[in-house]
Nanobody, 130 residues
């Protein structure tokens, strides 16, 4: 079965950095990676799409709120997705989720990440203190 799992969350002071990792067991990127994305949700707020990476062409998308601070990447050999988060702010505090779309339905371009991800991780908590 397919399982998506995030790790790397924790407590960090404002201005600090964290790198989140996401593994998708049961699936392999291979030579034709499928779309994946990072989302976050703070208590009482709607889930926010923050970054996506495309399939055969490595197009990436970043929400305005994280652009210039966060970087999405993947390691095909390790079948792992990463989110490097720099210059963290208290407003970044949320549960961060990784999602995968092995059916390659999600469209990812510089200005958009459109579609529904089929598989989701359980989330990892990121807390940024002032």
């Amino acid at each position: 079965q397919v399982q998506v799992a995030e790790s790397g969350g924790g407590l960090v002071q404002a201005g600090g950095s964290l790198r989140l990792s996401c593994t998708a067991s049961g699936l392999h990127f291979g030579d034709y990676p499928y779309p994946m994305g990072w989302f976050r949700q703070a208590p009482g707020k709607e889930r926010e799409e923050i970054s996506c990476i495309g399939s055969s062409i490595d197009n990436t998308y970043y929400a305005d709120s994280v652009k210039g601070r966060f970087t999405i990447s993947r390691d095909k050999a390790k079948n792992t997705l990463y989110l490097q988060m720099n210059s963290l702010q208290p407003e970044d505090t949320a549960i961060y989720y990784c999602a995968a779309d092995p059916e390659r339905q999600v469209l990812v371009y510089s200005g958009m990440c459109s579609g529904d991800f089929a598989y989701w991780g359980q989330g990892t908590q990121v807390t940024v203190s002032s």
